[in-house]
């Protein structure tokens, strides 16, 4: 079945550093790709997504390719804030007996000290 | 435009109670979802509806837990009896149309349900 792996947290950076987190996926079909982030005492709310091959998404200065070559959706940011913190989730949608199926990964903790 | 809502916010329970959570999604979202989200972990779904129908609860404890979507509106997520191991954050989410993968899931706060 599909399966969505991250990088393990928590990741602790200073404020305006570079931000990786790596996401790589295995799917039967052609899915979408998304990234979710999840502040403190909030929901999860999308933050990113790319549909096809070699797409990118961008948001808040955030960005993600799909890396359709890698099964990868890595997650990059070039100089974070303090308000960045938070736990961020890489998923994957794909068709399940004729319905949209979502999968996530774990997640990763992201701590930006000032 | 609300968002998703969900009541209660947080649960007490001793385990073998039982409890329900609510959940109102985005008005005119066919699908909804409940997710159960352990600590450290992602959320792992419970049950997905398409407008009232159920069209994947393969990870439903079904002994325990049992979810209805009256009229393709709100939900209700029940456990009778719960177990410790129940303990975790419950999420609702919603999405539009029917049966495009790239769909974007909306989600509410959650319910944080402690089991002692």
């Known amino acids: ?114 | 435009e609300a968002g998703v809502a969900q009541s209660p916010r947080y649960k007490i329970i001793e385990k073998r109670q039982s409890v329900a959570f609510w959940c109102n999604p985005i008005s005119g979202h066919a699908t909804l979802y409940w997710y159960q989200q352990i600590l450290g972990q992602g959320p792992k779904l419970l049950i997905q509806f398409q407008n009232n129908g159920v069209v994947d609860d393969s990870q439903l404890p079904k002994d325990r837990f049992s979810a209805e979507r009256l009229k393709g509106v709100d939900s209700t997520l029940k456990i009778q009896p719960a177990k410790l191991e129940d303990s975790a954050v419950y999420l609702c989410a919603s999405s539009t149309r029917k049966g495009l993968v790239s769909n974007e899931q909306f989600f509410g706060p959650g319910t944080r349900l402690t089991v002692l």
């Not at chain 1, 955030?62 to 990059?76: I, N």
């Open chain 1, 1 to 114: 079945g599909d399966s969505v792996t991250q990088m393990e947290g928590p990741v602790t950076l200073s404020e305006e550093a570079f931000l990786t987190i790596n996401c790589t996926y295995t799917a039967t079909g052609y899915p979408s790709l998304f990234w979710y982030v999840q502040y403190p005492g909030e929901g999860l709310q999308l933050l990113l997504k790319a549909t096809k091959a070699d797409d990118k998404g961008s948001n808040k200065g955030f960005e993600a390719t799909y890396r359709k070559e890698t099964t990868s959706f890595h997650l990059e940011k070039g100089s974070v804030q303090v308000s960045d913190s938070a736990v961020y989730f890489c998923a994957l949608s794909d068709y399940s007996g004729g319905y949209q199926k979502v999968t996530f990964g774990t997640g990763t903790k992201l701590q930006v000290i000032p």
